[in-house]
T-cell receptor, first 117, second 114 residues
Framework: NAGVMQNPRHLVRRRGQEARLRCSPMKGHSHVYWYRQLPEEGLKFMVYLQKENIIDESGMPKERFSAEFPKEGPSILRIQQVVRGDSAAYFC???????????????FGSGTRLTVV | KNQVEQSPQSLIILEGKNCTLQCNYTVSPFSNLRWYKQDTGRGPVSLTIMTFSENTKSNGRYTATLDADTKQSSLHITASQLSDSASYICVVSGLLSNDYKLSFGAGTTVTVRA
């Protein structure tokens, strides 16, 4: 039973390009969360999705950032027209149910490190 | 606003020694508290999860304690090894229906030296 799979592990983009980050949740998990981590800082919540629905995107910048979790396939975090400030590690987590509850589990992927040059 | 404060920010210990990390939180009503270990360049990995009724939980050389009355938790590392060098993150979950975001501490960076 593979864990949460994120790809690519490392992504380099020039300013103005688009970045697409993928997250495949653990088998049996239908809830996905995206977090951003800047160097020397803690994880910051971005968006919470269930299959085909965005539940909470309050932590995601309103411009240039979007997320989806289609019926089939991985969850995608898309950053358009990247800027140097977007350089960070982006982590995905998944759970069986609403993540706060102990028995639903809450498992992180290894992250995607985005570097904007 | 729910907050999680960790201390110290970083510490250096010699291999074989013990250390204790602290976590104070204001999340209320409280559901559970987790300690994660995050190796450099990796995602966080769960070490322990404690609910309101649990005072202590161990995972190998890691022992977590919880005082829900004072809203404090600690993570004790016994007989440290070089592989314990990592960031340790305290994460608290509330009981409300929208408490899926979890509240993250900034982490304590532990460096174990030979």
């Amino acid at each position: 039973n593979a864990g949460v799979m994120q790809n690519p592990r490392h992504l380099v983009r020039r300013r103005g390009q688009e970045a697409r980050l993928r997250c495949s949740p653990m088998k049996g998990h239908s809830h996905v969360y995206w977090y951003r981590q800047l160097p020397e800082e803690g994880l910051k919540f971005m968006v919470y999705l269930q299959k085909e629905n965005i539940i909470d995107e309050s932590g995601m910048p309103k411009e240039r950032f979007s997320a989806e979790f289609p019926k089939e396939g991985p969850s995608i975090l898309r950053i358009q027209q990247v800027v140097r400030g977007d350089s960070a590690a982006y982590f995905c987590a998944s759970s069986q149910g609403t993540g706060g509850r102990v028995h639903y589990g809450y498992t992180f992927g290894s992250g995607t490190r985005l570097t904007v040059v | 606003k729910n907050q999680v404060e960790q201390s110290p920010q970083s510490l250096i210990i010699l291999e074989g020694k013990n250390c204790t990390l602290q976590c104070n939180y204001t999340v209320s009503p409280f559901s559970n508290l987790r300690w994660y270990k995050q190796d450099t360049g990796r995602g966080p990995v769960s070490l322990t999860i404690m609910t309101f009724s649990e005072n202590t939980k161990s995972n190998g050389r890691y022992t977590a304690t919880l005082d829900a009355d004072t809203k404090q938790s600690s993570l004790h590392i016994t007989a440290s090894q070089l592989s314990d060098s990592a960031s340790y993150i305290c994460v608290v979950s509330g009981l409300l229906s929208n408490d899926y975001k979890l509240s993250f501490g900034a982490g304590t960076t532990v460096t174990v030296r030979a």
